[in-house]
């Protein structure tokens, strides 16, 4: 068996001085979970109800103005559920948004890890895009991040660089020394174009090594029995 020696001359790059999280799909299991659950409930094939958000111009445009904080969680529940029903579904508005929610359990081990990064004083943000008043319920938002940033209250959404740039100045960090872990590449995409490293969340078993490589984080010890 041969190995190939390093290349001298490979840059590598410095650890991240802080993370950047999102929220549904990382800290929670797959959102595409929730909406197949609402589909489902509505009566429609359970990947109706995303295809209709995705695809519905109604839909998607209450979506952006919800996450830009110009529209409240009724009336986005309004234009939601009257897509839906247009597409065959049976559902009402109100309690639409809170209904998702309670499909957003928590994945254990990446809030765990989220804990693990700030007691290595590693500062942590949360950058997300609004779903609803009742999306963080499950967890308290100050015990757990240094910073929060929610697209709705700061009036700009992910993928747009700006969202980036107001969490590395909260948190107080170049762009550059930051990482961010998210579900959707085009996120990545978006605060790459500050200099932020990226990485693609699929599972927590594929996520935690490297956000702790990227940290520099050490590997948890296994307790012997």
Not at 148 to 165: D, E, F, L, N
Not at 188 to 207: F, K, M, N, Q, Y
Request: glycine letters at 8%.
């Amino acid at each position: 068996m041969t190995t190939t020696s390093p290349d001298p001359n490979e840059v590598v790059a410095p650890s991240a001085r802080a993370l950047l999280i999102d929220f549904g799909g990382v800290l929670t299991v797959p959102i595409a979970r929730a909406f197949r659950a609402l589909g489902a409930g509505a009566g429609l094939d359970p990947d109706d109800a995303l295809r209709v958000l995705a695809t519905h111009e109604g839909a998607r445009v209450a979506l952006v103005e919800h996450e830009r904080g110009r529209l409240d969680d009724e009336g986005f529940e309004d234009a939601f559920a009257a897509a839906l029903v247009e597409s065959g579904g049976r559902v009402e508005p109100r309690g639409l948004l809170a209904g998702l929610a309670t499909h957003l359990d928590l994945d254990q081990p990446m809030v765990d890890l989220i804990r693990e990064a700030r007691a290595a004083r590693v500062p942590v943000a949360l950058v997300s895009n609004s779903l609803g008043r009742d999306c963080y319920a499950r967890v308290d938002l100050d015990e757990l991040f240094d910073v929060t940033v929610i697209s709705g209250q700061v009036g700009v959404r992910k993928p747009s660089r700006a969202i980036y740039r107001i969490a590395c100045e909260r948190i107080g960090v170049d762009p550059r020394e930051c990482v961010l872990v998210d579900d959707l590449e085009h996120n990545l995409v978006g605060a790459a174009r500050l200099g932020i490293r990226g990485i693609l969340h699929r599972t927590a078993d594929e996520s935690l090594p490297r956000i702790r490589e990227a940290l520099s984080l050490p590997a948890p010890t296994t307790a012997s029995r």
